[in-house]
């Protein structure tokens, strides 16, 4: 069974400065995707980036950047230029199964991180 | 385009009863995947509901059963309520034969407390 884990319960950035959240899993498989999910007050969970397995480059989405290890099974988030509206648990998660969009998610512990003005 | 919809926001249960969770899945999907996530925890996957048959299932007892409709709406059901029940019941929606590079949408939750 995979698992995922984030080894940072909580984590604090200044604002306009730069953050970086952990995760690290664990699979057997080759095909994968992995994510991003940011869940504010709302509830809701919202997907802030995410990465295919099989793609050596690491994505991007504006502030938002990864830095896939496949080998070492890291996939850490770094938040550029953190806004007060970034305030909220982060949540790293796995889609096996060759990724396709059907498949169940696998889900970190989260991480907490708040934004001082 | 209302993207996903669950209902009720709140719920409180005694425990020993029964609980019914309902889920409208975002426009063009024909998948339902349920989550719970308890206080200060990640999601964790309860089941999956595809051509209105159970199609995957998590590590979660037989009191935990689902069902869902030709419209593509799914309802959670949970008997004999237990206080460790108290989470927030998360709905995903997706598209089981859809491209890798599409991506699943969660609703808002319902927050289910058993006293």
């Known amino acids: 069974a995979q698992t995922v884990t984030q080894s940072q319960p909580e984590m604090s950035v200044q604002e306009a400065e730069t953050v970086t959240l952990s995760c690290t899993y664990d699979t057997s498989e080759s095909d994968y995707y992995l994510f991003w999910y940011k869940q504010p007050p709302s509830r809701q969970m919202i997907l802030v980036i995410r990465q295919e397995a099989y793609k050596q480059q690491n994505a991007t989405e504006n502030r938002f950047s990864v830095n896939f290890q496949k080998a070492a099974k890291s996939f850490s988030l770094k938040i550029s230029d953190s806004q007060l509206g970034d305030a909220a648990m982060y949540f790293c998660a796995y889609r096996g199964g060759s990724g396709n969009a059907g498949n169940m998610l696998t889900f970190g512990g989260g991480t907490r991180l708040m934004v001082k003005p | 385009d209302a993207g996903v919809t669950q209902s009720p926001t709140h719920l409180i249960k005694t425990r020993g009863q029964q609980v019914t969770l309902r889920c409208s899945p975002k426009s063009g999907h024909d998948t339902v995947s349920w989550y719970q996530q308890a206080l200060g925890q990640g999601p964790q996957f309860i089941f999956q509901?595809?051509?209105?048959?159970?199609?995957q299932r998590g590590n979660f007892p037989d009191r935990f059963s689902g069902h869902q409709f030709p419209n593509y709406s799914s309802e959670l059901n949970v008997n004999a309520l237990l206080l460790g029940d108290s989470a927030l019941y998360l709905c995903?929606?997706?598209?089981?034969?859809?491209?890798?590079?599409?991506?699943?949408?969660f609703g808002q939750g319902t927050r289910l407390t058993v006293v």
């Open positions: 995903a929606s997706s598209t089981l034969g859809g491209l890798k590079n599409t991506e699943a949408f």
């Open positions: 509901y595809y051509e209105e048959e159970e199609r």
